[in-house]
């Protein structure tokens, strides 16, 4: 796996989503979902591209699964509508969508064996015999059961279901396949190759992916794109490096990544650069586009491996007092405490070994960040 | 401390089991008696279970019993099983609770009543009595001891399982058989089971709606009784108890044989993961 093609090598110009005259083959057109007085999911709209690999994010009860039940047919919008290829599917029973979902749950079924479990959608499609065992042999090796064919569920471990699960799902080879959560019970070190696997099959087999995951490392790392979630409405939906650089709120900042949040008012917008007047750091700048008339707060977000230390005098300068640092082996975060009490995170690469390292607790140090490297939110 | 059984603990449990088992013990026992007379030990004898075999009238009666218990209980566990699906799936709709009151209902019902109002109905139907009332009576009753075991298990049941079938292209009927049913066969076996023994040794009911012909081997007992009790009757009763927990062990021996094979299987996938 060492001389793996980075997946993201092909896909560099896999962006659908900015091209007006593409067609999306996934559309949820103004869909809510109520389940009595409860609104699951509030008048969401989204288009997904076929061969596109879109990731749900979200915290617990958000509307992640109810979004992907509506989709394989298990749950009906109560308003909106769902089109697959340009079609309304709404009528359209889940026996007969070209949609195959692995569930939160694994939903095996504890009276097959494990190859009898992953052939039964293939059954379905009464494809010859020889053909369905070849393709289970297949599944059983991608999720590296093979020793376990012939065990019923229940003599499963809870990670070894979970694979199970993403085998059966994947055994047809839906054209959208909705993942809940497929990997959240595997350990960290199969849950990597796993999500390799999942790519090469995507990438390969030309397959649309919408998956559901708790861990935002593994949808930076897999996804085309990204939606996250809160009370059943998309906070934003864009790719990992937009989200992660550009958040449209500190909700999704807060959400993906480790950021620094500093609270102020908009002084002036000129040129392409915000100034704001901060009570934490003074007078702080940074670029970016935007109308705003002076005097309304906004927030000033900024990654804690952007900052720098310094020791000359610079524009951007936050001057505080070594607090607390968390030693992470390759990093170091510095939490900086501020003459206002508030705390900023500046993480610096360690470079040198520990022993040597220059700053240590209770210093007087000065950050810094580049004006560019900031994003001003209002929200 | 003293972790060993007390006399007390002793006597209890004797007196406990005397009190349980001690008439069936007795009604064994006197069926191999040599004597007529029940209740005088004159040697061991298989006699009695010969004559029972030429007894054509309990023989009848057993036939007609065995028949009746077999479709009666057959027909109760599709009709039962349906009913507490109806139930525990099909959400709210007008007259659930009606419904399902109606189902508990024919349990507490006491049997004299149940037996009564069949009896009526099939006389104001004008419909002949015989095999077939006490079939469709027993039918009635058993279906709904069914019903609430079958329920009690689909209450605990996982939709997912079935959602996950429909998911990979099996229609909804198809998934019934092929996932629900083989999920939910226990509860329907012991249905069965329990409506088949309900059957086999019901008196008051068959006695209100049977006719001409349709003896049932409860009724012939009952009616022999009380002309005295003959070693022969003792025979079959010990033939029936001798059935009875053939299958019970059987049904139990299969269900541990089963766990501790889950149990074993799963050390081992906890082993390997
Ligand atoms: N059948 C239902 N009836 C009533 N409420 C429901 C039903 N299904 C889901 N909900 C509610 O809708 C909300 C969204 O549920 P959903 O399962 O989509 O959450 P989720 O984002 O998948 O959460 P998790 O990450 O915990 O799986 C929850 O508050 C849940 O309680
Ligand atoms: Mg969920």
Redesign the interface.
């Known amino acids: 796996m060492a001389d793996r093609q980075p997946a993201s090598a092909s896909r560099k110009t896999f962006a659908p989503w900015s091209d007006p005259s593409a067609e999306p083959f996934i559309v949820f057109d103004n869909v809510t979902k109520r389940f009595g007085d409860f609104v699951a999911v509030n008048n969401v709209s989204l288009n997904v591209y076929e061969r596109e690999f879109f990731s749900l994010l979200g915290p617990s009860g958000c509307g992640k699964t109810t979004l992907l039940r509506m989709l394989?047919?298990?749950e009906t919008p109560t308003e909106g509508r769902i089109l697959l290829d340009g079609q309304d599917i709404s009528t359209i029973?889940?026996?007969?969508r070209p949609?195959?979902?692995m569930?939160q749950?694994y939903?095996?079924?504890?009276?097959m064996s494990v190859a009898d479990n992953i052939a039964?959608?293939l059954k379905?499609?009464k494809m010859p015999k020889p053909e369905i065992e070849e393709r289970v042999a297949d599944m059983l090796r991608l999720v590296k059961l093979e020793q376990f064919a012939g065990?019923?569920p229940?003599?499963?471990?809870g990670?070894?279901r979970q694979r199970v699960a993403l085998a059966?799902?994947l055994a047809?080879r839906p054209k959208v396949l909705l993942l809940d959560e497929p990997l959240g019970a595997l350990d960290k070190k199969l849950r990597e190759e796993t999500q390799f696997e999942l790519m090469d099959i995507q990438e390969n087999l030309g397959l649309t992916f919408m998956i559901v995951t708790h861990d935002q490392e593994e949808a930076m790392t897999v996804s085309d794109r990204i939606a996250v979630m809160d009370h059943g409405v998309f906070v934003q939906v864009a790719t990992p490096a937009e989200m992660y650089e550009y958040p449209n709120s500190r909700y999704v900042a807060d959400f993906i990544g480790d950021i620094n949040i500093i609270k102020g008012t908009i002084k002036s917008t000129a040129n392409g650069a915000v100034t704001l007047e901060t009570e934490d750091a003074g007078t702080l700048v940074v670029h970016q586009a935007m109308d705003a008339i002076p005097g309304t707060p906004a927030y000033i977000a900024i990654r804690p491996e952007k900052m720098q230390v310094i020791s000359g005098v610079s524009q951007n300068q936050i001057d505080g007092e070594v607090w607390d640092i968390a030693y992470l082996g390759d990093l170091s975060i510095y939490h900086v405490k501020l003459p206002s009490g508030a705390i900023v995170k500046a993480s610096q690469t360690n470079v040198t070994r520990l022993i040597e390292r220059p700053i240590t607790w209770e210093d007087d140090i000065s950050l810094t960040f580049a004006p560019d490297a900031a994003v001003v939110l209002l929200d | 401390m003293n972790r060993g059984p007390t006399w007390f603990n002793v006597a209890s449990v004797t007196a406990g089991f005397a009190f349980l088992y001690l008439p069936i013990v007795i009604l064994v026992v006197y069926s191999f008696n040599e004597s007529r007379l029940v209740t005088v030990w004159a040697g061991f004898s298989t006699k009695w279970y010969v004559a029972l075999f030429q007894n054509q009238g309990l023989l009848d009666a057993a036939w007609v019993t065995v028949r009746v218990a077999f479709v009666s209980a057959t027909v109760a566990t599709v009709l039962g099983t349906m009913a507490a699906i109806v139930l525990i799936r099909a959400g709210r709709f007008p007259g659930r609770t009606l419904f399902s009151g109606m189902i508990y209902a024919p349990l507490v019902m006491p049997e004299v009543i149940t037996g009564l109002s069949l009896l009526l109905l099939f006389v104001a139907m004008n419909f002949a009595r015989g095999f077939w009332t006490v079939l469709i009576a027993h039918i009635t009753f058993s279906m709904c001891f069914v019903a609430v075991v079958v329920q009690s298990r689909l209450v605990t049941f996982d939709r997912s399982v079935e959602e996950a079938a429909l998911d990979l292209g099996c229609p909804p009927l198809k998934t019934f058989f092929q996932i629900t049913l083989p999920m939910i066969l226990p509860a329907v076996i012991s249905g069965w089971m329990l409506a088949f023994t309900l059957s086999l040794d019901d008196l008051v009911i068959a006695s209100f709606t049977t006719g001409p012909g349709a003896t049932t081997l409860p009724m012939k007992i009952y009616s022999q009784v009380r002309l005295g009790v003959t070693p022969e009757i003792n025979a079959v009763c010990t033939i029936l108890i001798g059935i009875v927990t053939t299958g019970v062990v059987a049904a139990s021996l299969i269900t541990k044989r089963q766990e501790m094979e889950r149990q074993r299987a799963e050390r081992l996938a906890v082993a390997e993961a």
């Open positions: 394989a047919g298990f029973p889940p026996y007969r949609v195959n979902m569930f749950s939903a095996l079924f504890p009276h039964f959608g379905q499609d065990r019923k229940h003599q499963l471990s990670g070894q059966r799902s047809k």
